[in-house]
């Protein structure tokens, strides 16, 4: 920061407030309230990213209450993060344009310094420090800068695992970083600070990695593709992205720094490219290259007067509506056109209108994990979360709250797509369903094991023990009805009532099923769903075999 005047400081500070006021004014986002969740559990990792947004989450509402409280260290992270890049941009050269510039990235808004409590901003706050460190290690390693360099690439990882990406491709980028000391200094500094969180995994099965390189895996739809192109065209400006990277194809290499942003931008870019092949890729996913990308193209646009010219006459008006859509999506008071605010629009009166409606009923809520954290947040209340046999997982499969609500009557919030009882109008403009459960009873103390899997002449014949690992004694002709089934392409095959072996399976006890399945029904090489499930299709234990 030696080249840092106070103008830039000011700005920074000036950001750091406009952020604060959107913070007091905005509802919070469905997945802030998410992550909000997990600051009420601490732990060393979650089901969906690592545990550094859910730290910070807790620390700032230990200082302010209700959704400046969540927001507010994310806040500040925000405005340093800020003046950091906008220090690495402008050293001696105009400060107003180079606001103009930084402003121009939609994700600025958002994912890089914005007012967002999500996992983005420590990430991008820890890579511009990684960054900074890496160019004074290049320069003049040691064990100082080794240590500080350590610490801050385990940061890293711990907001968001795009952390391993950057750590991978900077080494990619300069392999001689091997032969460094110093670097397997770094490099064991950063395993012993995550040894904790992948303890963490290991404990738990795995389940991120399980998650976003198995499950999310989906058929090819170019959709996917067309989507990913265009967003990441939008991301770098919505009219200034084509000057963007038009220089950036300009941009030359001169020392192991350059090499470094080139590397990590495109690899960033080709490798969520080949993933949209098999998924839809959100637009931030890129988040952490976008100050690399800032830093190479920058000199270049800034050096060039009419590209710069045009680049001011074009940035503008795209910050201007980025400003009124940010005065729009904090004044509840304008209504909601379409679904341009939905995630933020009047949350906390579509919570209190569920309690009401709930009369008194204890609240779940089907396939929304970011609607129930939403109602807890709110309303103060606990509520249980409902998962269908084909939603998918996600931090409430590793939390035990079906307590809660275990053999009470439960008011469910359902999606529209699902057989409610009855439909209602929220606050926020949504069409929800809604039943009521008479009496709720959790299944995942249920475990399934697989005796044996054989293609008979009838079919697939798949013989089950259910082992009861609870507490309690689990009645199997209960009013829930629960069986269990099997299930392909999201499609259930078959199911055997629970209740056919025997009426009731004591602690420690085990019942066996049998599941037939016509072969005709089933399709090679896709795997069987084995899982239990009530009557309301509220699933337990799931677990996948092959179809041989």
Known sequence: MKSTDRRLLYLAAAWFIVNLLQSVFTGLHSDESYYWMYSRNLDWGYFDHPPMAAFFIYLGTLVLPGEAGVRIVIILLSAITFALIMNQLRGKQDLYFTTIFMLSFPLVHTHISGFMAIPDVPLLFFTVLFLLLYRQFLEKPGPAIALFLGIVAAAMIYSKYHAILVIGLTVLSNIRLLRNKYFWMTAGITTILLVPHIYWQFDNGFPTFRYHLVERAKPFRLKHVTDYLLNQLVMAGPLTGILVFWKLGKFRIKNAFDRMLIFNIAGFYLLFFLMSFKNRIEAHWTAAIFPMLMMAVFPAINQDAKVKKWFTRLAIPVIILMFLYRIYLALDIIPNVGHLKITFYNRQASALEIKEMAGGKKVGFFDNYAAISNYIFYTGDSAVHLSTPTYRFHQYDLWDDESYAAGETVFAIQPKHL??????????????????????????????????????????????????????????????????????????????????????????????????????????????????RTKENIRGRVMSIAAD
């Open 419 to 532: 057989q409610a009882q009855g439909f209602y109008k929220t606050a926020a403009g949504e069409t929800k369903g809604y039943t009521v459960i008479e009496e709720y009873f959790p299944l995942k103390d249920l475990r399934i094991e697989i005796i044996s899997n054989e293609m008979t002449v009838n079919g697939y014949r798949i013989e089950i023990l259910i082992h009861n690992e609870g507490n309690k004694t689990f009645p199997a002709a209960h009013i829930s009805e629960p069986a269990v089934c099997i299930m392909q392409n999201r499609k259930e095959l078959a199911a055997v009532p629970l209740k056919t072996a025997q009426t009731a399976l004591a602690p420690g006890n085990q019942a066996g099923f049998v599941l037939l399945v016509d072969a005709n029904q089933v399709e090679p090489a896709v795997p069987l769903i084995i899982y239990t």
